[in-house]
């Protein structure tokens, strides 16, 4: 199997935030050119790669989906060279203060290393407390004058976490943005196995824009493809600090297959007795009403698609120090290209309910 | 003047990317040493830890005064406490670290530096007002990955890597490797005048220990702390101006009159004024007030040594990464440079 830690640090050394997602999409699009048929892109900006089966025309064709924007900041105001901030996405603001970022300059076109700074108390109103400051009382450093500031700078620019990748032991590799760039990653895996694999079934590999605001990609996407199936993948929370709950699973043990009203419940079945049957560990994850995820997109989308989430343990979710063991997105890819290869000509006709 | 350029940077960078915790000081002390013995007449590790270094004038001995310049090698960081087993570690901090900067922060851990993530609850498992809450110390981990081996005892620090931007360094420990770097510099183009006497001390950040015994050790007739102290030059949220900044970056070396721990001799505040204005190098006095440097500990040990603290002022104390402008550091070793070789037993002479 190829070794996909070396993209999967690429993908997590890039910005592209919600709606700014241009710069992973280019290393995404150039990472698939040589293992799809063709690449292009949607009106609002996701990646679509066409890997063509061996079925007779008109073909079936499944989706597989994977979210690549990632969540981050926006400079709201500008004071005395201090740059004020608002958030693009769900950010958790405990983890800001003294974390480092890049701020996309449109002035000057540059971007600039910076930091994310918490100013002493005094220096706010009394009602912003002694706990986790709001986002509206953090300021941003860039370390230059604030006469350079005001020309490199516009309010609206975008902020982005900028922390290098870390490999931890154990096989574990830690940043910014893995989710979702690991399941990116995942799809990777997944058509490279394809190079070696026959499948009947025409397959779209999309690499989705904003679902941490809208949705946007996931629904447009699958409208403008019109698959007969689809996969979505994503994180789902590991378990560690303070994470131990019923909605979290053990790093590095495996695949979660989904199971709730956002998914249906004959592809669970099918990816579950596959994983069974090659012998790669899943654990099942339950999502009482809406997934967080493209899935809940996908499902609403023209006449409704049937669509399975398949996910990996992702360890502090929105924070810049995420942590995904890379066994469990290389399982993840794997039984994708399983499924897909093992998929009939007729198998949209055996989707039963009961 | 002194030479100020790339060299100097670069010596800084390999300081400020070494870590040193308190009572941990092993990785800094070497580089001192390798800076400090081409140059220095007398070198030695005392017991506590600190490199005590000695180079004397070359004047007639009665005349030279021994000055004690003294720059902290240690910063604040982290030990790991309790092994939570699979790669998961319970932390306490060294050093006054605001617990809000922790959650979600690279270090490195041990002896190795192997890298690891300080990691808590997802804000998305969160109810209420858990997520407006300061997150305790208690509730965070260490994440060396599933196989790592920290041991109980180990020390940690931030990972975080030093960078020149603009006019600007950005890193960690500025404070107090801008010191360590400083007396470096200092001890390469020493005046004759003066007995130097170099104190690279340890566990500043726990209660001034390796000053004291510096100063006790050398005997100075009197003493300068080099060190590096907040700027709290920011807007304020509201209107209104900012009337407790303690200094202000771009405006030079911060020159102490008091602090929590010290009233500084003010026959070498003056003296430190008159050189910068004679040397026409920019200075700022710093706001009287609280805080303190290893001056405390110097200035009352022995019978009393006269002390005064110069520092170079940093954005963002003990915090992952803190902001500093390269002129401060050039202006605070020119003003250090100037006053060595102007200093006679005048002085300080009891009248």
């Known amino acids: 199997m190829t070794d996909i830690l070396p993209f999967l640090k690429s993908l997590i050394s890039v910005s592209g935030l919600s709606g700014y997602e241009t710069p992973v999409a280019d290393l995404i699009a150039e990472r698939w050119r040589p293992l799809v048929d063709e690449t292009r892109m949607s009106r609002v900006g996701s990646l679509h790669g066409l890997k063509k089966g061996r079925g007779v025309l008109p073909r079936p064709s499944v989706m597989i989906a994977a979210h690549m924007d990632a969540i981050g900041l926006r400079v709201s105001k500008i004071v ?15 983890v800001l203060p003294g974390a480092q970022v890049t701020v996309h300059a449109s002035g000057s076109d540059e971007e600039l290393p910076s930091v994310i700074v918490m100013p002493p108390a005094r220096f706010l109103p009394e009602s912003a ?46 940043g910014h943005s893995l989710d979702n760039r690991a399941s990116i990653a995942a799809l990777t895996v997944c058509l490279e196995e394809l190079q070696n694999k026959p499948h009947i079934w025409d397959v779209w590999a999309v690499a989705t824009v904003q679902e941490e605001v809208t949705f946007l990609g996931a629904s447009s996407s699958a409208f403008e493809l019109r698959p007969q199936i689809a996969i979505v993948v994503d994180g789902a929370f590991a378990k560690g600090p303070g994470a131990n709950g019923w909605q979290t699973f053990p790093l590095a043990k495996g695949v979660g297959l989904c199971i709730g009203p956002n998914m249906h419940p004959f592809l669970h079945k099918q990816l579950s007795e596959l994983a069974e049957r090659l012998e790669i560990p899943w654990f099942l994850d339950v999502t009482p009403s809406h997934s967080g995820t493209d899935a809940f997109a996908v499902q609403t989308t023209a006449e409704g698609i049937p669509t399975a989430l398949v996910e990996y343990p992702l360890r502090y979710m929105h924070t810049p120090v995420e942590a995904v063991a890379v066994k469990d997105i290389q399982r993840v890819g794997r039984l994708l290209a399983e499924f897909i290869s093992s998929l009939e000509a007729n198998f949209v006709d055996t989707i039963v309910w009961e | 003047m002194p030479t100020f350029g790339n060299a100097q940077l670069k010596l800084l960078e390999k300081l400020c990317n070494a870590i040193a915790i308190s009572g941990d000081e092993g990785e800094v002390r070497k580089i001192v040493l ?11 590790v005392d017991a506590l830890g600190s490199v005590l270094a000695t180079k004397f004038g070359r004047t007639r001995s009665e005349n030279r005064m021994r000055v004690m310049l003294d720059a902290h090698m240690d910063e604040v960081g982290f030990m790991i406490v309790a092994d939570d087993g699979e790669g998961l570690y319970r932390f306490e901090t060294i050093g006054g670290i605001d617990v809000r900067h922790l959650v979600g922060k690279q270090v490195l851990v ?46 940690a620090g931030f990972a975080t890597k030093f960078r020149r931007v603009g006019p600007s360094i950005m890193s960690k420990s500025i404070d107090d490797r801008i010191g360590v770097a400083t007396l470096i510099e200092l001890l390469k183009q020493s005046p004759p005048n003066i007995d130097l006497c170099l104190a690279f001390s340890v566990q500043e950040e726990i209660g001034l220990r390796g000053a004291k015994v510096a100063a006790q050790y050398f005997n100075p007739d009197l003493a300068i702390a080099v060190d590096s102290t907040p700027a709290y030059d920011l807007p304020l949220y509201e209107e209104g101006e900012n009337i407790s900044y303690n200094t202000k970056l771009g405006l030079g070396p911060a020159i102490y009159i008091a602090d929590g721990s010290t009233l500084h001799d003010p026959r070498l505040v003056r003296f430190l004024q008159e050189t910068a204005e004679a ?17 405390g500990a110097i200035q009352r040990s022995l019978a009393g040594i006269p002390t005064v603290s110069v520092s170079v002022p940093h954005r963002y104390t003990h915090s992952p990464i803190s902001i500093s402008r390269v002129e401060d550091w050039k202006s605070t070793i020119n003003l250090l440079h100037a006053a060595l070789k102007r200093i006679t037993p005048a002085l300080i002479a009891v009248r």
Do not use: C, W
């Open chain 1, 80 to 94: 005395n060279g201090f740059l004020h901030i608002t958030n693009v996405g769900g950010i958790d603001v405990r």
């Open chain 1, 129 to 174: 407390g002694d706990g986790v400051l709001a986002i509206n009382y953090l300021l941003v450093d860039t370390g230059l004058l604030p006469r350079d500031v005001e020309k490199k700078v516009h309010v609206g620019d975008l902020v982005s976490f900028a922390n290098e990748p870390l490999e931890l032991a154990g096989d574990v590799i830690s």
């Open chain 2, 34 to 44: 390798e800076e400090v013995k081409p140059y220095a007449d007398e070198v030695k």
């Open chain 2, 110 to 155: 041990g002896k190795e530096r192997a890298p690891a993530v300080i990691g808590g609850k997802p804000v998305h498992l969160m109810n209420g007002d858990e997520r407006t809450r300061k997150v305790p110390l208690d509730a965070l981990r260490i994440d060396t990955g599933l196989s790592g081996k920290a041991k109980v005892g180990d020390y």
């Open chain 2, 279 to 295: 040397e026409k190098i920019p200075y700022q006095f710093r706001q009287p007030g609280g805080g303190g440097t290893d001056s």
